[in-house]
């Protein structure tokens, strides 16, 4: 006699039956969706090669940006060349920009892949898959989360800087791996002729204009002459007061009113042989020196101005600082992370860093940091503190 299977477990079966059925044809199916000959071995591998060059740039000016502005206590960082930062910062968020079609380019290419029947043949295959996940999401994150940044559009809870700084470390360990995994494939791939012509060279060439366009339309930010191409580009150089970009006026930091007082009073405090108050005054008293440098701020954008005002090394000198004290320079400001900054003996000592008075010939306008703002060689814009009132010698 057959033994027949329980009357509950046989819709199950049949169920199971069905789907893995399904599941077998699947596969099959899916792979004649995948027409385009450009799901090809040869371009994924040129374009991971060009992906590969670009995160290490963003990765390497990524750590020069977050060093520069949380340096360890051993770190020092040069005050010249005047324009290192500006340019390590415009290849990080211009280049970025720009990596942005090979990233898409890449996912396109190799997309079908995330069809693979059966999903994990093997540990090593699932692993290597699981890493190819963690190196797509980790990416993504980056190219959003920066887009946003410079975008001004703080839709995400965390903190940028944090997010954007640990997720680095995850995608470059990730890229090393997955090089190192997919070098001999790439070298057999790119080091023998293609047996057919599939019109990959058109599709990379149109991903590279892709990239060609998205640098000429922002690339204008960092680089003035082409600041009327900065179509993209959230802040143009020569746009705002005195001819200069304001990334955060007087009236969203909340000094309007503190900036204008008349009984205003510049203090250098702290571990100093005498305290220094002075008036406004006071300060233009003073022997006025000028520097032409730039605000280089770390979403992207830069821009060349002509300061004048006190050397901060001459005020440091009048209340009788240390030579190897770090200065903490405070703004009026009272909340907000970039209120107040701080200066290593290098670059206070610098003859360009300036206690500015005045802008591009005039008086700082207020939104420039009225009555006075620190400007100084070599130095992102977030540390570039404005409505300064008080030096604290430490
Ligand atoms: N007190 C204070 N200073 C500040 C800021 C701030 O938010 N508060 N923003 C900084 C940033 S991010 C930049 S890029 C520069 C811009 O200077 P600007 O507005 O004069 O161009 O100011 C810096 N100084
Ligand atoms: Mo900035």
Not at 153 to 174: D, K, Q
Request: hydrophobic letters at 50%; proline letters at 8%; a positive charge.
């Amino acid at each position: 006699m057959v033994r027949r299977p329980p009357p509950l477990t046989r819709p199950l079966t049949t169920a199971l039956t069905v789907l893995l059925a399904a599941l077998r044809a699947a596969p099959s199916r899916l792979a004649g969706r995948f027409t385009s000959r450009l799901h090809d071995e040869r371009v994924a591998a040129w374009l991971g090669m060009a992906l590969g060059v670009s995160l290490l740039s963003a990765f390497a000016t990524g750590l020069i940006s977050h060093f520069m502005q949380h340096p360890p206590g051993w770190m020092r960082w040069p005050s010249r060349p005047v324009n290192l930062y500006r340019v390590t910062q415009g290849v990080h968020v211009i280049g970025g920009l720009a990596t942005v079609p090979l990233l898409l380019a890449k996912l396109w290419t190799v997309y079908p892949k995330l069809w693979q029947w059966p999903p994990v043949r093997s540990a090593p295959h699932g692993a290597r898959r699981l890493l190819v996940f963690v190196l797509v999401g980790a990416a993504l994150f980056q190219f959003v989360t920066g887009v946003l940044n410079i975008a001004y559009w703080y839709a995400f809870p965390f903190l940028f800087t944090t997010a954007h700084y640990w997720t680095a470390y995850i995608v470059i360990g990730a890229v090393l791996i997955h090089a190192a995994d997919e070098w001999p494939k790439v070298r057999r791939t790119v080091m023998t002729r293609p047996q057919d012509a599939v019109g990959r060279r058109a599709f990379l060439l149109t991903v590279a204009g892709a990239s060609g366009v998205i640098t000429a339309v922002t690339v204008g930010e960092a680089f003035s002459p082409l600041a009327r191409l900065a179509v993209l580009a959230p802040r143009r150089p020569g746009t705002g007061p005195q001819g200069l970009p304001v990334n955060k006026s007087a009236a969203a930091a909340g000094v309007s009113a503190a900036a204008r007082d008349p009984g205003w009073r510049l203090t250098v405090t702290g571990r100093v042989r005498r305290d220094v108050v002075l008036t406004l005054d006071g300060l233009r008293a003073l022997p006025q020196h000028s520097a032409r440098l730039p605000i280089a701020c770390v979403e992207g954008w830069s821009a060349d101005a002509d300061w004048r005002g006190v050397r901060l090394r001459d005020l440091l000198a009048l209340a009788g600082a240390d030579d190897a004290a770090r200065v903490r320079v405070e703004s009026l400001q009272t909340f907000g992370l970039y209120r107040t900054s701080r200066l290593d003996p290098g670059h206070w000592h610098d003859p360009l860093t300036l206690l500015a008075l005045d802008l591009n010939g005039d008086p700082l306008d207020l939104d420039h940091g009225h009555p006075c703002r620190l400007i100084a060689p070599n130095r992102p814009g977030v540390l570039q503190t404005k409505w300064v009132h008080r030096l604290v010698v430490l």
